[in-house]
């Protein structure tokens, strides 16, 4: 288990770092969009900064295989959020980027969150599943694909609109989120199937599921939606939200999916409950509009020529 501690800390550190340097590298070039995903990739393979972001963010993925062959889906969701303090740290110290002060007590609060849904496992009683029903992960993924689209799309849309407040990106990263949720369930398969006896036959096994798939699925689009994201909002914001979700679903659905039970006393019950309950509440009530510094005051009249 111990195993398991060290490579979700590692995947931490990785996924801040990778994440901090594509950001960087994504503010010197010119604007890139979902619409042109070809010119987008063209762009960001020029970058020597950004290649190096993406390197540290597929050791994340390395990592996270190990992960989830040692440790329960909660348990490694609840490690992988406490990667968000990091990311901020890094996000003001080499972004320059400044959070308020109400962010600031929803990163607090959503720490606190899943603080209680780590206080909720108990190592005795979990254990580790190593497979699910193919039909019961489609039923999940499919729907949370297609509304991560739609919703990331329909985000896009409202952005193009003139005279709108710039946006926080909190849109942007529930969608991105939904994404590499499916992702991390796809991750979770994939250490399953790494299980079985033989090269050869955890490679057909592998094949024959619907987890290689769906990392090719999310690995495409989440590349081209989280790229044009980093680049219009703040990494300090995009990325907790996006990590947020990622976890919530992960740990909800994926224990559900994989079949690791929840607690059966009643106190830790009560904390995994409470702690995913107020993640979602936080994540709701997050600001949607980053404010204007061109947009007059409340309540300040609008001037106009005689």
Known sequence: MWWGVAAALMANTLYSIGFVLEKRALTSL???????????????????????????????????????????????????????????????????????????YALGAILGALLMVVLSLDERADTVSQAAPYPLILLVCVPSLAAGV???????????????????????????????????????GVSSCLTSSGLGGAVVGLLKSPYPYLLLFTGA?????????????????????????????????GTLSFGEALPHDPLRLALRLAGTALAVSVLL???KHDQSPAQPPIGAKELTPP
């Open 30 to 104: 010119p604007e890139v969009s979902i619409r042109q995903p070809a010119r987008l990739l063209r762009l960001v393979l020029g970058s020597p900064l950004w290649i190096g972001g993406s390197l540290a963010l597929a050791a994340g993925f390395g990592a996270q295989l190990i992960v989830y062959r040692t440790l329960p889906i909660a348990a490694a969701q609840g490690i992988f959020v406490s990667g968000l303090v990091l990311l901020v740290l890094l996000s003001a110290r080499l972004l320059g980027e400044e959070t308020t002060g109400r962010e600031r």
């Open 150 to 188: 739609w919703l990331y799309g329909s985000a896009e849309r409202r952005a193009r609109h003139r005279h709108r407040m710039p946006t926080t990106g909190v849109e942007y990263g529930v969608a991105v989120g939904l994404l590499y949720g499916v992702s991390s369930l796809a991750i979770k």
């Open 221 to 253: 689009f989440g590349l081209v939606m989280s790229q044009a994201a980093l680049q219009r909002c703040r990494a300090s914001l995009i990325v907790p939200v996006c990590t947020t979700v990622t976890c919530l679903f992960t740990a909800v659905l």
């Open 285 to 287: 009530s997050m600001p």
